[in-house]
């Protein structure tokens, strides 16, 4: 699959494509159905697939500080819709000058000079062009001035019901990661570099990751969690059938905490996880990744460092049981 940052980056000979356009945050189970609509016109015509999508976030360059968490990042949501068969994913970088694009002008700048775009597949819901005065109708009327088709999908996802990434941050915020997992139809992850904390886990004899996150990551509610944590490299995608290797693709059952740690009056929030029955890990300044399976119970101080100690006793053994 080619990688494109930048419209600059599509090869000058590039032919007629089918393109599909959005932020695509989480690739939920409604962008995915988006994502396979387009391949199938693209198998239908013999002709490739090409997302676009977004980095910064739109919001943020035309309302600064208005950035919601994001539920993937570029490079991830990159790895997720070369999975459902794009054959190339175009990052395009978002600034002023860009969003001041008038509608025709996002159509031939974005669709049709470089892309040759043949036929376009958007959420129902998308808008384009400065102050995003485009919607799909008026994408409909400029396909025919440029000859391409334009359709948009509802964002539905396997039960009919409407899927939205707002939706699944606010499942997050609510720490029910379970619900977000069926809209998006994988478990929530987060993604850091491991860097140093106070190694209190290590002393209690459950050492843990601790994940430095981008800004404006979607983190859960606090509390403690069964999941994963893989290690990957800045290109790879660890799944659910990777197993032990020489860092990248490594994979193990988990038990996450995220919040102050109120027992020690820590202030500052972390997340950080535990892999199971592994006390020889070294994984400082490795790109890690965190799946959320399940919420154990919610983040509260103990009386006790022994206390304390038990109840992460029986956390382990818990997400042990639900991670198999």
Not at 50 to 69: A, K, L, M, N, Q
Request: proline share 7%.
């Amino acid at each position: 699959m080619y990688r494109w940052h930048g419209l600059g980056d599509v090869p000058e000979d590039w032919g007629k494509s089918v393109v599909t356009i959005g932020v695509f945050d989480g690739v939920h189970l409604g962008h995915q159905r988006i994502v396979a609509r387009a391949a199938e016109i693209g198998a239908q015509r013999g002709l490739p697939v090409v997302v676009i999508t977004f980095d910064p976030h739109p919001d943020e360059v035309v309302r600064p500080g208005s950035h919601p968490p994001f539920l993937s990042s570029a490079r991830r949501r990159a790895d997720l819709l070369a999975g459902l068969g794009a054959d190339a994913v175009c990052v395009i970088p978002f600034n002023l000058g860009f969003s001041r694009l008038d509608p025709d002008e996002f159509v031939r700048t974005v669709l049709v000079d470089r892309l040759h775009a043949a036929a376009v597949v958007v959420g129902e819901d998308f808008r384009f062009g400065h102050k995003a005065a485009g919607d799909v109708p008026l994408l409909a009327r400029l396909g025919e001035k440029y000859e391409f088709t334009a359709e948009g999908m509802p964002l539905l996802g396997d039960d009919g019901t409407t899927i939205s990434s707002t939706y699944i941050r606010r499942l997050l915020e609510d720490g029910d990661v379970e619900a977000a997992a069926k809209e998006l139809g994988r478990p929530h992850r987060v993604e850091g570099v491991v860097v140093r904390g106070h190694q209190r886990g290590r002393a209690l004899g459950f050492p843990t990751a601790n994940l430095e996150t981008p800004p404006h990551t979607a983190i859960p509610a606090d509390g403690v969690y069964a999941g994963w944590l893989s290690i990957a490299g800045p290109g790879s995608d660890p799944g659910p059938d990777s197993g032990p290797g020489d860092e990248a693709g490594d994979r193990w059952p988990a038990a996450i905490s995220v919040g102050t740690n109120p027992t020690f009056g820590e202030g500052a929030r972390t997340v950080e996880a535990y892999a199971i029955d592994r006390t020889d890990l070294d994984l400082y300044g490795l790109h890690a990744a965190i799946d959320f399976t399940r919420r154990l119970r919610g983040m509260v101080p103990f009386n006790s460092v022994d206390e304390l100690i038990e109840q992460m006793a029986r956390d382990v053994d818990a997400a042990r049981d639900i991670c198999g």
